[in-house]
């Protein structure tokens, strides 16, 4: 049984610091493409930032790109991406996907889907 598991969201002033974490297990993680996604209220999901196997190629929105950092532990079966700098329109939930598509990080590439960390930057 596929498990991703997602944590280190929380409350944070804006201009602060989070790094999330996402661990995973039930496949073989070396495998896998990964990526973080977020929605926040009202709006759609949208890739935020992907990485391909071997954890050596990025993909990175606009919006964050300079500010987020993506990464990944194959040994540890972990995914982490570091937020910096954070912005009120940061503020959604964010989710961890283990799947394919890294280069796009378009979400219908992804198959294996955590039940998400909130992240709330405040003004």
């Known amino acids: 049984q596929v498990q991703v598991v997602e944590s280190g969201g929380g409350l944070v002033q804006a201009g602060g610091s989070l790094r999330l974490s996402c661990t995973v297990s039930?496949?073989?993680?070396?495998?896998?493409?990964m990526g973080w996604f977020r929605q926040a209220p009202g709006k759609e999901r949208e890739g935020v930032s992907c990485?391909?196997?071997?954890?050596?190629?990025?993909y990175y929105s606009e919006s964050v790109k300079g500010r987020f950092t993506i990464s990944k532990d194959n040994y540890k079966n972990t995914l982490y991406l570091q937020l910096n700098s954070l912005k009120p329109e940061d503020t959604a939930m964010y989710y961890c996907?283990?799947?394919?598509?890294?280069?796009?990080?378009?979400?219908?590439?992804?198959?294996?889907w955590g039940q998400g960390t909130p992240v709330n930057v405040s003004s």
């Open positions: 996907a283990a799947g394919a598509g890294w280069a796009t990080c378009r979400s219908s590439t992804f198959g294996m």
């Open positions: 990485i391909s196997r071997g954890g050596v190629s990025t």
């Open positions: 039930g496949l073989p993680f070396e495998d896998y493409a």
